[in-house]
């Protein structure tokens, strides 16, 4: 399915006007200014990801520009989420050739604007016929811990210290409670 982008930006006293316009022209389909200063870049979106790049990089510059606007068909829609669509899209088809974009987690709104949306596929994992693959946590133990738990004493641990490893099963009679008055040490 095809569907079809158009996105009309300017007049702009950006100093990023002429590049924008430069991009547009060398990226849409087909590009052309409708009033003096104003112009409208049209993006046939199917399963060419070029296409989709194109729409998302016009779209980085001139998104937040007051006079853009961005239509699919006739109706208006946000330039965020057409450019969030165009990138995922473009990322989707390059690498593999198709949307495969897991909708456990729910579908997001620029996943309306794209040509690639599945509906089924979409409702199939959001309710949870296709979950992703169960993740598997492994932690492993050093051999300086390993070996304190089997009760040995790693030989660095000890080497060079004044340690003494016996602690007493209740306080020694001889040891006081410290006060917030003493001074430490």
Known sequence: MERLFTVEFGPSRSKRFGKAVDEARRL?????????????????????????????????RVRQWRATEVCEAAEPV????????????????????????????????????CPL???????RDVLGENPPAAMVIEIR?????????????SPHLVEGSDLDLEVPDFVPEGWADPRGDEPAG
């Open 28 to 60: 849409a389909r087909e590009c052309s200014e409708v009033e003096p200063g104003k112009h409208q870049a049209r993006f046939l979106l199917g399963t060419d990801f070029a296409a989709y790049t194109g729409l998302a990089r016009l779209l980085e």
């Open 117 to 123: 949306f599945d509906a089924e596929r979409a409702i």
């Open 141 to 153: 133990l050093g051999p300086a811990l390993r070996a304190l738990l089997l009760g040995e004493v």
């Open 78 to 113: 946000s330039a965020y989420h057409a450019k969030e669509m165009a990138w995922c899209a473009s990322s989707q088809l390059k690498s593999y050739g198709a949307c495969r974009f897991r909708f456990v987690y729910g579908v997001f709104p620029r996943c309306s604007l």
